[in-house]
Nanobody
């Protein structure tokens, strides 16, 4: 089984910073894309940032220049450094990973989600 465990959420004032972490564990052969999504109350879940195993990154327009995604492949961990936080960044943040598992005769890629961590930015 695979687990994604997030940490680092909390309450911060507008203009502040937080760093989210997500560690993957379990039966993992390799990890392709790792991403952060967020979902505000009453809104759809949206992609915040993603990074491929090669290091290519992609950001939502609303966070470009403020958020930075990074990953430590050896530790199977992805981070999201969030600077200059705004009240509209308030949401539950979810870690997502495309994980390849080895079944002996073949390998298969599956999608996994973390349980979410709450980020609240006060004005």
């Amino acid at each position: 089984q695979v687990q994604l465990v997030e940490s680092g959420g909390g309450l911060v004032q507008s203009g502040g910073a937080l760093r989210l972490s997500c560690a993957a564990s379990g039966s993992i052969f390799s990890i392709n894309t790792m991403s952060w999504y967020r979902q505000a109350p009453g809104e759809q879940r949206e992609l915040v940032a993603s990074e491929t195993w090669r290091g290519s990154t992609n950001y939502a327009e609303s966070v470009k220049g403020r958020f930075t995604i990074s990953r430590d492949n050896a530790e199977k961990t992805v981070y999201l450094q969030m600077n200059s936080l705004k009240p509209e960044d308030t949401a539950d943040y979810y870690c997502y990973a495309q994980i390849v598992q080895d079944y002996g005769d073949f390998r298969g890629e599956h999608e996994f989600w973390g349980q979410g961590t709450q980020v609240t930015v006060s004005s």
